[in-house]
């Protein structure tokens, strides 16, 4: 072979990898959701934590916890709340649109997800036992950020099969939920 042959394929060879190298693209997935809901998960009653609860989280949905909804009904938070502190942070990152309730909600050690375990939810002051905001919850391209939504949990809500119904006030009869 000779000298310009070599060169000629190497050119080929380099033209060729160019070529194929800049025609591929980079698929970026679904990208991060930038709308979100954020406050803060306070825990109330700490001496009444039961030892079955393994962790909480927090949810949105956009319709009723009563109308059978499905884990596709519901934006859960992507880590859960600590557990040590008696306040937390939390986020959660939500596609844009109305979320009739944000709440707290509390898996039992070895079972399944209940999401009706609901141990407090925005909106509700569960030392007076009544609500200060029924409003759902809207999250829009031009407000990305609803902030503020802080979480008040009362431990005592926790269902130990004891007879406890104190957690019904979370769901009056004139309430979305």
């Known amino acids: 072979m000779n000298?310009?042959?070599i060169r000629?394929?190497?050119?080929?060879?380099?033209?060729?990898?160019?070529l194929s190298v800049g025609s591929f693209s980079c698929d970026t997935?679904?990208?991060?959701?930038?709308?979100?809901?954020?406050?803060r998960v306070v825990?109330?009653?700490?001496?009444?934590?039961p030892d079955l609860v393994e962790s909480v989280w927090v949810v949105?949905?956009?319709k009723s916890l009563f109308n059978n909804p499905?884990?596709?009904d519901l934006v859960i938070s992507d880590r859960p709340v600590n557990l040590n502190k008696d306040s937390s942070e939390y986020e959660v990152f939500v596609p844009p649109g109305s979320?009739?309730?944000?709440?707290?909600?509390?898996?039992?050690?070895g079972k399944d997800w209940n999401f009706l375990n609901i141990i407090g939810r925005y909106g509700y002051d569960p030392v007076h036992f009544t609500y200060f905001d029924t409003q759902p919850v809207v999250i829009s391209d031009r407000q990305k950020v609803v902030s503020g939504k802080d979480i008040i949990c009362d431990w005592s809500f926790v269902f130990t099969g004891s007879g406890n119904n104190a957690r019904e006030s979370l769901f009056p009869?004139?309430?979305n939920h």
């Open 3 to 5: 000298c310009g042959m």
């Open 8 to 18: 000629l394929k190497y050119l080929t060879i380099t033209l060729v990898t160019l």
């Open 29 to 39: 997935g679904l990208g991060l959701l930038e709308t979100k809901i954020t406050g």
């Open 43 to 49: 825990f109330i009653n700490s001496d009444k934590k």
């Open 60 to 62: 949105a949905a956009a």
């Open 70 to 72: 499905t884990l596709n």
């Open 99 to 109: 979320y009739v309730i944000v709440a707290a909600i509390w898996k039992q050690k």
């Open 173 to 175: 009869s004139n309430v």
